[in-house]
């Protein structure tokens, strides 16, 4: 049996974990071991001596990150449990051994019971970002839960953590942990894909708009669209293959353009019009003529805190306003947020007051999250990062 430190709650903050709450903040510990090491391994009790839970402490406001409820004896067994049941997941939902599709994330931190972890997979390689001095000192026993898991379907493992640890006391830097650099391409329900784990946003893709850039194709066939904050053109390339009229790219970053004129040029044999603008996206809103049948917002958090989150709201109303006046009669508006404190009420609301502004009649179509292999556990509601809503603008 393990000898793991023990760490005491007060009895008033147990509630939480009870009710399998997967974050132990700093203020509910009433004791624990003087000399505790930032990612070590603690068991959970309360001021009775109930055992309450197992996870890695934290030496911040969030300190124990939860990873069972119940009495561990063996951690390499724990993970290799939860990938094993993280990929059957991903098997049941038809990604896993798909013949369209080889790439999605396989652990979804909390919500495959991995709190402070998240591993995508690109076709053989699997790249990893640890969040947490616990999770990054397991970073071996990831790559063996991974080899259990995919075999020699595993060709690279490829750690992407120096850019998430950089704000903590962590040294660590982007490296392979096994294999090398291999051939980025990637297939998405048929579309074809260069993602750059290396240099990319995130793990290199945003995987978790999957389902929603397919949900776009059923409304774009011969219509005229723009995708904005296109980054690696996910959206531009779903709209092309679906036959739209015109697609227009725009973003911030000339890399990113590049990389959209890349994808597209793998997926667009009928050589439909598309032009790409680097741009800030709220001046080219203002200042273009043009009027599109579809228009994608799928910006970047604008609130990475509870600090930023009333600006953010703001900048989402400014943005969807403008988006509104650019959309022809019986147009659609795809528009998102991923700031995770910004809630679903927060970013309706601010959407609605954008609608509002616009004098426009409008309807709600659809109300949309992350791709199902971004599960969420029904006990951590915080891990619904993913916003998005489909609105037909006119009558």
Same mark, same amino acid.
């Not at 909390?110 to 990054?136: F, H, K, R």
């Not at 839960?145 to 493992?157: A, I, P, S, T, W």
């Given at each position: 049996?393990?000898?793991?430190?023990?760490?005491?709650?007060?009895? %008033?903050?147990?509630?939480?974990?009870?009710?399998?709450?997967?974050?132990?903040?700093?203020?509910?510990?009433?004791?624990?071991?003087?000399?505790?090491?930032?990612?070590?391994?603690?068991?959970?009790?309360?001021?009775?001596?109930?055992?309450? !839970?197992?996870?890695?402490?934290?030496?911040?406001?969030? !300190?124990?990150?939860?990873?069972?409820?119940?009495?561990?004896?063996?951690?390499?067994?724990?993970?290799?449990?939860?990938?094993?049941?993280?990929?059957?997941?991903?098997? /049941?939902?038809?990604?896993?051994?798909?013949?369209?599709?080889?790439?999605?994330?396989? +652990?979804?931190?909390?919500?495959?019971?991995?709190?402070?972890?998240?591993?995508?997979?690109?076709?053989?390689?699997?790249?990893?970002?640890?969040?947490?001095?616990?999770?990054?000192?397991?970073?071996?026993?990831?790559?063996?839960?991974?080899?259990?898991?995919?075999?020699?379907?595993?060709?690279? $493992?490829?750690?992407?953590?120096?850019?998430?640890? %950089?704000?903590?006391? +962590?040294?660590?830097?982007?490296?392979?942990?096994?294999?090398?650099?291999?051939?980025?391409?990637?297939?998405?329900?048929?579309?074809?894909?260069?993602?750059?784990?290396?240099?990319?946003?995130?793990?290199?893709?945003?995987?978790?708009?999957?389902?929603?850039?397919?949900?776009?194709?059923?409304?774009?066939?011969?219509?005229?669209?723009?995708?904005?904050?296109?980054?690696?053109?996910?959206?531009?390339?779903?709209?092309?293959?679906?036959?739209?009229?015109?697609?227009?790219?725009?973003?911030?970053?000339?890399?990113?353009?590049?990389?959209?004129?890349?994808?597209?040029?793998?997926?667009?044999?009928?050589?439909?019009?598309?032009?790409?603008?680097?741009?800030?996206?709220?001046?080219?809103?203002?200042?273009?003529?043009?009027?599109?049948?579809?228009?994608?917002?799928?910006?970047?958090?604008?609130?990475?805190?509870?600090?930023?989150?009333?600006?953010? $709201?703001?900048?989402?109303?400014?943005?969807?306003?403008?988006?509104?006046?650019?959309?022809?009669?019986?147009?659609?508006?795809?528009?998102?947020?991923?700031?995770?404190?910004?809630? $679903?009420?927060?970013?309706?609301?601010?959407?609605?007051?954008?609608?509002?502004? %616009?004098?426009?009649?409008?309807?709600?179509?659809?109300?949309?999250? /992350?791709?199902?292999?971004?599960?969420?556990?029904?006990?951590?509601?915080?891990?619904?990062?993913?916003?998005?809503?489909?609105?037909?603008?006119?009558?």
């Amino acid at each position: 049996m393990p000898n793991f430190s023990r760490i005491v709650l007060h009895n %008033s903050k147990i509630d939480a974990v009870k009710r399998f709450h997967p974050w132990i903040f700093s203020g509910a510990i009433k004791t624990k071991d003087p000399d505790l090491k930032d990612g070590e391994i603690v068991e959970i009790y309360s001021n009775s001596g109930e055992y309450l !839970a197992t996870g890695h402490y934290n030496a911040g406001n969030i !300190a124990v990150k939860i990873l069972s409820f119940e009495k561990v004896t063996d951690i390499d067994k724990l993970f290799l449990e939860k990938f094993q049941n993280a990929y059957w997941i991903r098997k /049941q939902i038809g990604l896993a051994a798909s013949e369209t599709t080889n790439c999605y994330r396989l +652990i979804n931190a909390e919500g495959d019971g991995l709190p402070g972890l998240i591993v995508d997979w690109y076709n053989g390689t699997a790249v990893l970002q640890t969040y947490s001095m616990g999770m990054y000192q397991h970073r071996q026993l990831i790559v063996e839960c991974l080899q259990q898991v995919y075999g020699q379907d595993l060709k690279v $493992v490829y750690d992407k953590s120096a850019s998430v640890l %950089s704000k903590t006391q +962590i040294y660590s830097e982007n490296q392979y942990l096994l294999g090398s650099r291999s051939d980025g391409e990637v297939l998405e329900y048929g579309h074809r894909f260069i993602v750059d784990w290396e240099k990319g946003q995130k793990t290199g893709f945003f995987i978790d708009q999957r389902e929603n850039r397919s949900l776009l194709s059923k409304y774009v066939t011969g219509k005229r669209v723009l995708n904005t904050f296109c980054y690696s053109g996910g959206f531009s390339v779903y709209a092309l293959k679906a036959g739209a009229s015109y697609v227009c790219s725009v973003d911030s970053s000339a890399k990113a353009i590049a990389w959209t004129n890349q994808n597209v040029a793998l997926n667009n044999p009928a050589d439909i019009p598309h032009q790409t603008y680097v741009e800030d996206i709220f001046d080219f809103l203002k200042k273009s003529d043009d009027d599109y049948d579809v228009i994608i917002l799928d910006p970047p958090a604008f609130a990475k805190n509870l600090s930023a989150r009333h600006q953010a $709201v703001m900048a989402y109303k400014r943005l969807n306003q403008l988006a509104l006046t650019k959309l022809r009669s019986r147009g659609i508006l795809f528009t998102f947020s991923c700031s995770q404190v910004v809630s $679903v009420d927060h970013f309706k609301g601010a959407v609605t007051a954008a609608a509002i502004e %616009s004098g426009k009649p409008i309807r709600l179509l659809h109300q949309l999250a /992350q791709s199902a292999d971004h599960p969420v556990s029904i006990y951590h509601s915080e891990g619904l990062y993913l916003k998005g809503l489909v609105l037909m603008v006119g009558s």
